[in-house]
């Protein structure tokens, strides 16, 4: 097995560490990967924080993963060494399930393996890419096109699939008013995605502090959600909400901006329930969803759109040795948009 450098959470309070971890032997079906880059997401804080669930430590978190391919095994056909490739939130699935015979994994009723925190083949925790190297069945890793830089390839394996799904299945486009709440990790690639998607597209953040960016990213409208203003100008206005914030929000108030038939779907997940008002949805025959990143076939559409359409991630690039101040940044909302580990750092 092959010993490599890691930044792993001990315990849900702890300060992270560097540590080592072992990665198994390759497999025929395997790739092993070098890591350049890893993005830092807030579902990453979440899990060492024990806020989703019973976690075993020492973990090593991390699912924006970009490197190189640099041994593939006997069966690979997929990928070759030197190919830029990138892992997101899922290695593997049970592969048998209707969910996954219809493509989509991500969904897998027998549980897809995350790419840290879950049960792996082999009985072993998966551990993530806050480490310099990683080893991944090839049917689970994407192509990165050359035209997107690594370093912005990184969040687009997790911010820019979770948001590039429900606006591709909701039918983001050319006559469809679509808000996105709140202007962070996801937000700013939603704007980005649904722009390009060519819908009319309304940020709604907390404060009218980031307008400037939400409407260079391909914002037409922002409006500040702390005025309560905001939701008797907007009522029933949107096709499509995507609520991108991982705390709660008032249901019933961001329900009635929905037009006729129009959906709220989260992807932004915070540890407490959202209450969901039945009335609210009564009126306009609204709907509200949940959205879980996207199948291995959507993720590389998504890259290959962003690659076409020249959309990539806004990102601040940080040594290992600064993850947990940058924990504690993303808990401020003090990051435009989305840490980036140099993994170049941790060799």
Known sequence: MLTVNAIAATSPTDPLVRTTVERRDLGPRDVLIEIRYAGICHSDIHTVRGEWGEITYPL??????????????TEVSRHAVGDRVGVGCMVNSCRECENCRAGQEQYCLNGNTGTYASVDRDGTITQGGYSTHVVVDQDFVLRVPESIPYEKAAPLLCAGITTYSPLAHWNAGPGRKVAVVGMGGLGHMAVKIAAAMGAEVTV????????DDGLAFGGGDYHATSDPATFEALRNTFDLIINTVSAPIDMAAYLGLLRLDGTLVSVGAPPEPLPVPVFALFGNRRSFAGSGIGSIAETQEMLDFCAERGIAPEVEVIDADAVNEAYERVLRSDVRYRFVIDVDSLR
Not at 60 to 73: L, N, P, S
Not at 204 to 211: A, I, P, V
Request: charged content about 25%; glycine content about 18%; hydrophobic content about 35%.
């Open 204 to 211: 709604l953040s907390q404060t009218l502090g980031k307008k």
């Open 60 to 73: 090593v978190v991390g699912h924006e993963i970009v490197g190189r391919v640099t041994e593939a095994g």
